[in-house]
């Protein structure tokens, strides 16, 4: 798809006007909204981590191409939120202590919104006892935690086991991601589930509301 790739490319040199126009035509040629996400915003930013990585892209490029996907963001958020009738549930979605990195979060909770989910983002650096007080306050279905950094993965755990203290970790399905993060830690840490891509984590969250719904009808 040509306009996806003008995305892409718009994306990996940091200009937003020119992601939003591209997003925009794609949008007009019949590209879905959550499309747009997964197949033009997601891989781009892929690459972009994958050239800072190789030494290509340094710590402006990266923040440049963040704030372009933000201008997409922008243009997507309204047509998001259109679909669906019923909210397929509600997820409460943060990055979790010490860590800052949320371009994957980002990415995993607006194709959350696109499959008609209802996404509260607490944001990044978040604390245990934040997770806690906001699953009492919004009573989410689901929890999904991010970390980007090996030595925040922990706190992924310490956020499972305040919910556990707290009395709210049976309520919750727990899910987690993010690139260090494996299927085996999230097993490690008695989460719900473990997604690697923004797709995934749509397609698991279904899953999970789907058990959830079952243990409940079981009583
Ligand atoms: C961008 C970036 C930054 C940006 C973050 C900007 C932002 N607003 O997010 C900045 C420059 C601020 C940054 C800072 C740092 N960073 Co950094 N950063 C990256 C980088 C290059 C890309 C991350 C990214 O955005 N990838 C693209 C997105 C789309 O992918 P993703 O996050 O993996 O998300 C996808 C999946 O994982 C999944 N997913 C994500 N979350 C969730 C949640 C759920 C529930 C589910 C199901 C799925 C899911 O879906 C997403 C979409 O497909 C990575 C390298 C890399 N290749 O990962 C390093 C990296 C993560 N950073 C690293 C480091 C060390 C740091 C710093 C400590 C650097 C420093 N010395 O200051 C600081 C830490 C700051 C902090 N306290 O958090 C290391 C971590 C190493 C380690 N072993 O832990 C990495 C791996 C780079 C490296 N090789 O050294 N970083």
Known sequence: MDQ???????????DGGAAARAAGEALAA????????????SPAMGEVGQLFEEGEYFVPELLIAARATKEVFAILRPLLAETGARPAGRVLLATVEGDLHDIGKNLVGMMLEGAGFEVVDLGVDIPASRFVSAVEAERPQIVGLSALLTTTMPAMKTTLEALDAAGLRSQVKVM????????????????????DTATAAVELARSLIGRQDAEASQG
């Open 176 to 195: 987690v991601g993010g690139a260090p993060v494996t299927q085996r830690y999230a097993d490690s840490i008695g989460a719900d589930g473990y997604g």
């Open 4 to 14: 996806l790739s003008s995305l892409r490319e718009a994306i990996l040199i940091g």
């Open 30 to 41: 019949g590209v879905s909204p959550v499309d747009v996400i997964a197949e033009g915003i």
